[in-house]
């Protein structure tokens, strides 16, 4: 039987992944290795595929097939190809396919802190970062810029989101993370206290009178470092600042009070890397 398969009947169960399961749906099915996420367009599949991320099924324009769609329908095994012309296709998932390529993968077997932090000298800590488009660009960031991992603490969003992924244009592939914590009340304690356990100095990006400038030296000497960065709206949680061994902030001018976390995150990957 071919693996093309053109869409007649939007309804059908095979569909349901890309259509109408929602984000926690997907995460949800026998979690965490039988769960399934969603990656979006050639380049970042292409990532997922070298990350060695199982394909389940593949969702594309009829001319993608012959074009950029060929090499990774060629890398995806038996997985079946699901098509329909662009029109069909935003009914179906309800937004229009940008890049006309989806892709559905199954989920690894979750990492621990410890195998994401084993020979870690730089890792990026994410506490309560919900919104999914700030958790892929920090993982961009991190990826690019020196980051050996990034730890994300239970009110995190899920990396493997559809947006998240599509923003970190893959790099959520490439960088190692786990979530340090099962619930709420694993952090900041005792999640800090196992960071220091493996070695690491904790600095908060904060906002804080007894906060050192970004650029103090001290810094980035640390031989092994976990920047913790907070929320959107309201920052790192004050037991956490209190907690941490540096509490830090970005030099800024013209009278901005703060950056968005992920512009944030880039300048401090950037200041802190190994050199």
Known sequence: MTRIKEITDLSAPELDMFARLTENQLRSRLEPEKGVFIAESPKVITLALDAGYEP?????EKR??????????ARCGDAPVYTA????LTRLTGYTLTRGVLCAFRRKTQLTVEEVC???????VLEGVSDSTNVGAVFRSAAALGMDAVLLTP????????RAV???????????????GETPEDWPHPGLERLHELGFTTLAMALCDDC?????????AAEKLAVVLGTEGDGLAPATV????WRVRIPRSRGVDSLNVAAAAAVAFWQLRIK
Request: charged share 25%; net charge positive.
């Open 56 to 60: 389940l099924a593949l969702l594309m």
């Open 64 to 73: 993608h097939i012959a074009g950029q769609g060929g090499p990774i329908i």
């Open 85 to 88: 012309e662009r029109e069909l």
């Open 118 to 124: 084993r020979g870690a000298r730089r890792v990026a």
């Open 155 to 162: 009110t995190c969003c899920d990396p493997l989101c559809r």
């Open 166 to 180: 599509r923003v970190s244009m893959g790099t959520v592939f490439q960088a190692p993370w786990a979530r340090i």
């Open 212 to 220: 050192v400038s970004l650029d103090d030296p001290r810094l980035p």
């Open 242 to 245: 209190a907690s941490c061994d």
